[in-house]
Structures are given as structure tokens and as C-alpha cells.
């Protein structure tokens, strides 16, 4: 009988400890919001892709490029303060708070994805930009009010 406690034991702390952290690991590592300041007709492509990342996609047919970028819009540094009620968590209640946290970290807190189409002219500067989520719905951004507006810069603009 003490054997097999010591057996429930072990196989008890190996699982916490392998559990534990899997919140703690995705909110110190989420990706960071897009600097959409830089995200409007008339950027250059260097702009977007330190806005987007790296095209997914690239095109050149004659004189045109197109450029297919995929981005997870993600939150503000500051949010990553939710690492300390993590651990807390973790803590208290012997990692079971990750049966919770790790799950509403996937679904809800991991960023919001997007995909943005830009067209450029022969100088490299874009001549079109769509930006949108993934349902291909506009992107709305969130202005400093409660309100969501859509930005000029978030839709189709062409030159």
C-alpha cells in the first residue's frame, strides 16, 4: 500500500510539474500588437513588412507586386503582467489553476489573426492595401474610446 501511494505520488508531481508554466509560457510569449500607424496606401514595402512580418506570399507579374501577409494582432506589453496571477495561481493551487488558464490563454488571449493584401507601385510603395480578419470580414481597429471604428487605413484604399 505505501508503495503504490508513493507510485500516486510521484506519477502526482510529475504531471504538476510538467503542466505547470504551459500559461505562464504563452502569456510571456504572445506576440506583440501591429503597429498600424505604418499600415496605409502610400508606405513603403519595408513598412509593412516591419508592421506584418515576412509576406507569406509574393508575387511580380510585369511591373506589379503583390504582397500576402498573415499577422496575429497581439496585446500590449503591459497585459504581460498577468504572468504574476499565473504563478500565483499556480502556486496556490498546486498547478491545478492551468486546467483553466492554459485553455482560456489558447482560445481568448492568444492575439487575433488577420491577413493583409498590398499592391505597390513601381517605386514600392503601396498603391492598395486590404487588411482583414480571418473570415475576410474589414479589420476593425480599436480606437481609445470603448467604441471600434473602422480605420481608412483597414480597408480597401486605392490610390
Not at 43 to 66: C, M, N, W
Request: aromatic share 10%; net charge neutral; glycine share 6%.
Amino acid at each position: 500500500m505505501q508503495n503504490q501511494l508513493r507510485i500516486i505520488f510521484i506519477a502526482f508531481l510529475f504531471v504538476m510539474i510538467v503542466q505547470s508554466g504551459c500559461s505562464i509560457y504563452k502569456a510571456a510569449n504572445q506576440p506583440p500588437p501591429i503597429d498600424f500607424m505604418n499600415v496605409k496606401v502610400g508606405a513603403s514595402r519595408p513598412q509593412l513588412i516591419s508592421a506584418f512580418g515576412h509576406p507569406k506570399y509574393s508575387e511580380v507579374v510585369g511591373d506589379k507586386r503583390t504582397d500576402m501577409f498573415e499577422f496575429i494582432d497581439g496585446y500590449p506589453s503591459a497585459s504581460k503582467v498577468r504572468v504574476l496571477f499565473y504563478a500565483a495561481a499556480d502556486f496556490f493551487t498546486l498547478c491545478l489553476a492551468e486546467v483553466i488558464l492554459w485553455p482560456l490563454e489558447m482560445a481568448v488571449l492568444d492575439g487575433v489573426p488577420g491577413n493583409a493584401i498590398a499592391e505597390y507601385d513601381d517605386k514600392s510603395l503601396v498603391k492598395e492595401l486590404r487588411v482583414t480578419d480571418k473570415a475576410r470580414k474589414p479589420w476593425v481597429l480599436q480606437n481609445s474610446g470603448s467604441e471600434k471604428e473602422p480605420s481608412q487605413s483597414a480597408q480597401l484604399v486605392s490610390h
